[in-house]
């Protein structure tokens, strides 16, 4: 398991990042902090392409400057999608990060934690390998 820490500065309204990853594994987890208030029902999403796999979103009653706030793994199987950097798909050798309007009231320093598991089992059928 391996933490990824980014630091975005954000200019407070929808906007799309990305992070390329060095090895081949699965988002396992995601905090958010921020060095301002994120408010109620902001979302950052984790997602490969346009499948999400992981979901921070900011609950009623706002989260207050430097309170952490936790993602949720998509329900799914797609939580359990693999990135790698050999991947011949573009958009498997990087996860995508997206603020949506409502984050934030305005700029601030957004700091994500991604756990990311680089040892993760995946099972594929003979014919996918």
């Not at 408010?39 to 921070?56: E, F, K, M, P, W």
């Not at 700091?111 to 089992?121: C, H, K, T």
Request: aromatic residues 8%; hydrophobic residues 45%; glycine residues 8%.
């Amino acid at each position: 398991m391996k933490n990824i820490d980014f630091n975005i500065y954000s200019a407070g309204g929808v906007e799309t990042y990305y992070y390329p990853v060095t090895c081949r594994g699965v988002v396992d987890s995601l905090k958010v902090i921020a060095n301002a208030t994120m408010v109620a029902t902001g979302t950052v999403i984790l997602s490969r392409d346009t499948t999400a796999v992981n979901t921070a979103t900011v609950p009623a009653g706002d989260t207050a400057a430097g309170i952490e706030l936790v993602g949720v793994p998509t329900a799914s199987a797609n939580r359990y999608l693999v990135f790698d950097p050999d991947s011949s798909t573009v958009a498997n050798t990087k996860i995508k990060i997206v603020f949506d309007t409502t984050l934030l009231g305005g700029a601030a320093n957004v700091l994500l934690q991604i756990g990311y598991d680089d040892s993760a089992f995946v099972k594929m059928d003979a014919s996918e390998a």
